[in-house]
């Protein structure tokens, strides 16, 4: 099988993009806090169903479809902006609501879903990580999926495990922690909308 892709470089780079801070890392951290690590680690299955749902469909349609129609590059980033401010909001609220005894965080699979979904990483992976032919041949699109996947299980629970590790309240206050991430998932949504609206 011809993969045509340096599997170095697809490692290297697939591991450093998932590693970096963005809205599904910063959304599970908050459910490694609101959960802890042993139930919020099912989320991650959520978190890849969304980036492969993602990629394939760029690479499939909307990697090549832009180049006719830019708007629908534009509407996908506008769209993953409006969500990213709706759970930031949502995020927020939740840390000042009533105290209730079996109150969960609001971070569940729905919502890590569509994040993900809407992850602007997902455009970079179909465009420039994924082996060129990844979406016209099977056998090179499994394996680019099955290597993948293989390194967002575990960055994704690194992020989730980080999240616990601060529940104690020792290093931050779960709360000022949680505020932070609403606040770093508007972050999020403000760029993707002013890259969105304003290309460079």
């Given at each position: 099988?011809?993969?045509?892709?340096?599997?170095?470089?697809?490692?290297?780079?697939?591991?450093?993009?998932?590693?970096?801070p963005?809205?599904?890392?910063?959304?599970?951290?908050?459910?490694?806090?609101?959960?802890?690590t042993r139930?919020?680690?099912?989320?991650i299955?959520?978190e890849?169903?969304?980036?492969?749902?993602?990629?394939?469909?760029?690479g499939?349609?909307?990697?090549?479809?832009?180049y006719?129609?830019?708007?629908?590059?534009?509407?996908?980033?506008?769209?993953?902006?409006?969500?990213?401010a709706?759970?930031?909001?949502?995020?927020?609220?939740?840390?000042?609501?009533?105290p209730?005894?079996?109150?969960?965080?609001?971070?569940?699979?729905?919502?890590?879903?569509?994040?993900?979904?809407?992850?602007?990483?997902?455009?970079?992976?179909?465009?420039?990580?994924?082996?060129?032919?990844?979406?016209?041949?099977?056998?090179v699109?499994?394996?680019?999926?099955v290597?993948?996947s293989?390194?967002?299980?575990?960055?994704?629970?690194?992020?989730i495990?980080?999240?616990?590790?601060?529940?104690?309240?020792?290093?931050?206050?779960?709360l000022?922690?949680?505020?932070?991430?609403?606040?770093?998932?508007?972050?999020?949504?403000?760029?993707?909308?002013?890259?969105?609206?304003?290309?460079?």
């Amino acid at each position: 099988m011809n993969f045509e892709f340096n599997l170095h470089v697809f490692a290297i780079s697939t591991f450093v993009i998932l590693l970096t801070p963005g809205p599904t890392n910063t959304l599970l951290a908050v459910a490694g806090l609101g959960l802890g690590t042993r139930r919020a680690l099912p989320l991650i299955a959520f978190e890849l169903a969304g980036y492969l749902t993602s990629i394939t469909a760029w690479g499939i349609f909307l990697a090549s479809a832009q180049y006719r129609y830019p708007w629908i590059g534009v509407s996908v980033r506008v769209a993953a902006s409006c969500y990213l401010a709706y759970i930031a909001v949502k995020t927020w609220r939740d840390t000042t609501a009533p105290p209730a005894a079996d109150k969960k965080v609001a971070i569940g699979p729905n919502a890590l879903f569509m994040a993900t979904l809407l992850n602007p990483k997902a455009l970079v992976f179909a465009s420039a990580i994924f082996p060129p032919h990844a979406f016209d041949d099977l056998g090179v699109y499994l394996a680019a999926t099955v290597l993948f996947s293989c390194f967002l299980v575990p960055v994704g629970a690194v992020w989730i495990r980080f999240g616990a590790a601060l529940s104690s309240g020792r290093l931050m206050n779960p709360l000022k922690l949680q505020r932070a991430a609403a606040c770093t998932i508007g972050l999020f949504s403000v760029s993707i909308a002013w890259t969105a609206l304003h290309p460079t």
